[in-house]
């Protein structure tokens, strides 16, 4: 439970203990109610893998760490799901959630994490079509180079970057999205 603790710390960089109802359905799945959430918290905080301010502000004082975790929690254990990370807080921690999966995707590079991340990603991205999502859109926009490399790979092509720039345009883009190194 201590570890699933720690990923959920390092996949959203920083969190508020008054605010974990976002993914605390995500961690009663695991048996994590809110209070041992918090006791595994103060425990991590004691071996002082982590920084807890005031009681309640939680972060990762070693990013390296952190990086560590979210590969270890979410693809080398398979402790929490992805995709379930990634629907839950796409829709209120965009930018941490865009983070993690980088972070997946340029520090751990290799092709079986890829394939990975790509699977849960493109999971998500037909949840949400079927459910007619009001974060459809926002999550296309988000994730569209897994989906254009996807297509790209049947095709036996590479994706061109050079055609985004008229996407962005077309669609008022100016959020942060997934980049990862291509080989």
């Known amino acids: ?3 699933i603790t720690a990923g959920v710390v390092a ?3 920083a969190i ?3 605010h974990i109802d976002t993914f605390l359905e ?4 695991k ?3 809110k209070e041992t959430f918090v006791e595994n918290i103060k425990e991590l905080h004691e071996q002082e893998f982590i920084d807890v301010y005031s009681d309640k502000a939680v972060q990762f004082s070693e990013q390296c760490l952190a990086n560590y975790l979210i590969k270890y929690v979410f693809f080398d254990k398979k402790l929490l799901s992805l995709s379930e990370m990634i629907d839950v807080c796409f829709k209120t921690h965009r930018e941490r959630t865009i983070s993690s999966i980088n972070t997946l995707l340029n520090i751990f590079h290799n092709k079986e994490l890829f394939n990975f991340v790509q699977q ?3 999971f998500i991205w037909d949840k949400l079509l079927r459910e ?3 974060y459809y859109f926002e999550f296309v926009k988000v994730f569209f180079e897994i989906k254009d490399v996807l297509i790209c790979l049947k095709n036996n092509d590479s994706p061109d970057m050079r055609n985004y720039p008229n ?3 077309a669609f008022g883009r100016t959020q942060q999205y997934i980049s990862f190194v291509k080989k």
């Open 11 to 13: 996949f959203l960089g």
């Open 167 to 169: 996407f962005f345009k």
């Open 1 to 3: 439970h201590i570890c």
């Open 132 to 134: 007619d999502s009001p």
């Open 16 to 18: 508020h203990l008054d």
């Open 120 to 122: 849960e990603i493109l």
């Open 31 to 33: 048996g994590i109610n």
């Open 26 to 29: 995500i961690l009663l799945n």
